[in-house]
């Protein structure tokens, strides 16, 4: 009787394997402008940059615009009623102001219509082990966008930091309830890259924190890359072309499928 059960069993296993198996859910596509934060930090941009930076980010519908503080008030007033954020640095680019003096800059900033705050880490006290330096350097410019409604990036300066110092300043980030961490300036030695949004993301996801990839970024391939290894958001200042090559992509697969 038992040989007779195996038997039908064994009957049955070519039945099961022809059982056609849906399809699993295609992703959904990406909303490209709502991630990116359309940039310039550049410090010969001028005021015609900076009207035709949130002219474009109107235009485009990105999530945000990244500039320094003194372009903070009249990005806020050429973007009223349009949606889109305004984002300022803090301690930029180099991170190695006072936490006090970083805490001031993200207020001001705040109250002039910023959003979000790009604060750099304490690079220097982070290569040293003072991580009880580097928490309130966090924690302060946290704290400063908290009692603002605001969100505060860290950005970690990665192409200067060992994979032991990323991973530090990202269990920091979380501990000082910042909301992302981020890679790059864009004007150290090197920019963004696949293995150290993957660390950062793996380290931050699940605390809820986002991941933003900034530095290098100029292509769709770039972007694609970038959001696949974790992030969350893309700083750039090559965002109109991503999304012409988006539209390029995107018709010519139309064209392919006719």
């Avoid at 605001?150 to 910042?178: G, Y």
């Avoid at 970024?217 to 958001?233: K, N």
Wanted: positive net charge.
């Amino acid at each position: 009787m038992k040989d007779l059960k195996i038997t039908k069993r064994i009957q049955e296993f070519p039945a099961a394997r022809e059982t056609p198996i849906a399809p699993a859910p295609a992703p959904p596509p990406l909303n490209i402008p709502q991630l990116i934060d359309h940039t310039i930090l550049r410090p010969d941009a001028t005021r015609a940059n900076i009207e035709r930076l949130c002219q474009e980010a109107r235009q485009y519908k990105f999530y945000s615009v990244c500039v320094n503080p003194t372009w903070v008030s009249l990005a806020r007033q050429l973007l009223d009623g349009s949606g889109v954020k305004v984002c300022c640095v803090a301690g930029f680019p180099l991170g190695a102001q006072l936490s006090e003096t970083k805490a001031l800059e993200a207020r001001a900033a705040i109250r002039q219509g910023a959003k979000e705050i790009d604060m750099v880490v304490n690079v220097g006290a982070l290569k040293s082990r003072d991580d009880a330096l580097v928490l309130l350097d966090i924690r302060s410019v946290v704290e400063a966008c908290r009692d603002g409604s605001a969100r505060c990036k860290v950005i970690l300066e990665t192409a200067l930091l060992t994979n032991e110092e990323k991973a530090r300043a990202c269990e920091m980030a979380v501990q000082a309830r910042a909301d992302f961490v981020k890679t790059s300036t864009g004007f150290s030695t090197g920019g963004a890259t696949v293995e150290d949004v993957a660390l950062m993301s793996r380290i931050v996801r699940d605390k809820g924190l986002g991941v933003k990839a900034s530095g290098g970024i100029r292509t769709l391939a770039d972007l694609h890359r970038m959001v696949q290894a974790g992030a969350t958001r893309i700083g750039t200042s090559s965002g109109i072309k991503i999304l012409q090559e988006a539209v390029a992509q995107a018709v010519s697969s139309v064209g392919t499928e006719h």
